[in-house]
């Protein structure tokens, strides 16, 4: 499995929500080793993405690395 996690958001979106699919992962093995909660809660993250911005970055709780990229902008050309 990658660690490498990528979040799509649309053109006018400048708030998310999605889970960690890492911790998703892993929170059945390691609860006991690192006290990570077995709930599905536990691997929420919340974000903002600027209206101008089309990549962002964020990180889960456990500070596993998420990019947040902006899809269906239209993009205006130069005459």
Known sequence: MTER?????GPETTSF???CEVCLTRRGGWADTYGWSHGVD???V???LRRDADVGFTTCRRGHRIVVHRVGRT???AV
């Open 46 to 48: 919340e974000g903002t």
């Open 5 to 9: 996690q990528h979040v799509w958001v």
């Open 17 to 19: 929500e999605c889970s």
């Open 42 to 44: 536990a691997a929420r």
């Open 75 to 77: 993009v205006a050309h």
